[in-house]
């Protein structure tokens, strides 16, 4: 990551604590958009290998193909990489340790007792009632029967005590 406004690496523009703007054709202290030799290549001065004395030949801030500084400092950023932290991801658990590992818990040892469940009932077709008779068996009387008691006016299956409402 470069600063656009020193033309050095390692922070950004917004954080830049620089007094005045670097160019990053000449190193000169004005903004690179106000640079007169940005056309002429062989004026270039890198701005980071400038500060820091490196060799090489004229090019650009930002140049990092000939840059010897960008160069050094993305050495020294590798350097500082621990890859072995960086890169550990723990793999997940195979089915087959899953199934070998110890239980946790004393609850994970629970078995479930399936003798004491009920005993499973099947009913075949020809036991199966095929008439209304069957239902009407199972449904109690004063649900079945009209209830023509006074407080329902004669209109059928209503609950005792419940008055129907009246329209006008």
């Not at 609850?107 to 009932?121: D, E, K």
């Not at 009387?141 to 023509?148: A, I």
Request: net charge positive; hydrophobic share 20%; charged share 15%.
């Amino acid at each position: 990551m470069q600063c656009h406004r020193c033309q050095l690496y390692g922070h950004l523009q917004s954080v830049c604590t620089a007094r005045e703007p670097t160019c990053k054709w000449c190193a000169g202290s004005h903004n690179s958009g106000q640079c007169s030799t940005k056309t002429n290549k062989n004026l270039w001065v890198c701005a980071g290998c400038r500060k820091h004395r490196m060799p090489g030949p004229r090019h650009a801030s930002g140049d990092t193909n000939l840059c010897a500084y960008h160069k050094l400092r993305r050495n020294d950023l590798e350097r500082s990489i621990n890859y072995g932290q960086k890169t550990h991801v723990p793999q997940p658990k195979t089915r087959g340790e899953v199934a070998n590992a110890e239980p946790r818990t004393p609850q994970a040892t629970r078995h479930l007792n399936w003798g004491s469940a009920p005993p499973v009932t099947t009913i075949s077709s020809s036991n199966t009632p095929s008439s209304s008779a069957h239902w009407s068996s199972l449904v109690p009387d004063r649900l079945s029967q009209p209830n023509t008691s006074d407080n329902n006016n004669g209109s059928g299956f209503l609950a005792d005590g419940i008055t129907p409402r009246t329209t006008s």
